[in-house]
């Protein structure tokens, strides 16, 4: 009887003593931090969030594949760095190195794994030369130099249809403009610029034929669209000119530029263009300057420079 007395103290004592040792880890873990072997004392540790696109990845930690997947938080991280890897069957994998620090959440959220196979579809249904998309309304043109003709579809290749023909430049164009609204395109060459209309006139049975502007003595940097539809603002070498977009017209020189090859934007909601070209400054020091014009409000007097210089050309 009093051994049996003597055991139950002993174990009781025990309980009491395992209880009381492991309080501390146990009190740890509860507000955040484990006990680091490395370091012989207790670690706040840090959290790593993972969210994937799709879902439902396998995990990796430092090459041991976590029971949950994504998405998915791993609690009581020592801080280190962690190699993390990320796999789905039919993607290509993830996989990146990970800095855990104490009391903070490492968060990796934005995860794409992309397909090994991605679906490709064919938009086309003509030969092909170029294309580019105008993304306010939808569409995308294609050019068939075959052919020489535009064609026009939504962006899942739909309502497939020939809109107007196309005039070939050479050497071929390195940018097309479509017009703000949405009938004519521009495109043009170091020397041409080229027009063609997308839409038939209400006063015609055909549509424009399109025509070339071109400019042998001058290098062509870019061409834009006025708001208006109407104008270009035409931007070479050497000069940045506006001209109605016909061929007959003449062009108004609004600038002469001290700078080969400027940096040029042109704004066509506002019509604003800016343009950075050299000027001497009063210390004789030669700056590159940023400038602007604000061609919004000078319509009227660009047709009016355009009509000045008609009736010059008549006399």
Known sequence: MISEQKIRAFLFYLGVFIFLAGLPFILSFAVGYKFDPHK???T?????VIKTQPANASVYLNNALLRDKTPLTINELLPAKYNLKIELDKYYSWAREVEVEKGKVSRLEKIILFPLRPHIKQLNKERLSSFWIDATDNNIYYVNQDDSSIYTSNLEGENYKQVAPFIAITPPPVKFR????KQKLLYFNKHQVAISSL??????ASQEEPFILNYPGEGLADVFWHSDSYHLIIISDRKIQAREARTDSPAVDLVNLSRKNSDVFFDTDTDTLYFTDYQQAG??????NLYKIELNTKTFLLQNLIGTKDKEDEQ
């Open 40 to 42: 012989f004392k207790f």
């Open 44 to 48: 706040k540790t840090g959290i790593i």
């Open 178 to 181: 479509l017009s703000p609204d």
């Open 199 to 204: 839409t038939r006139r209400r006063d015609a």
């Open 283 to 288: 210390d004789g020091n030669i700056y590159n």
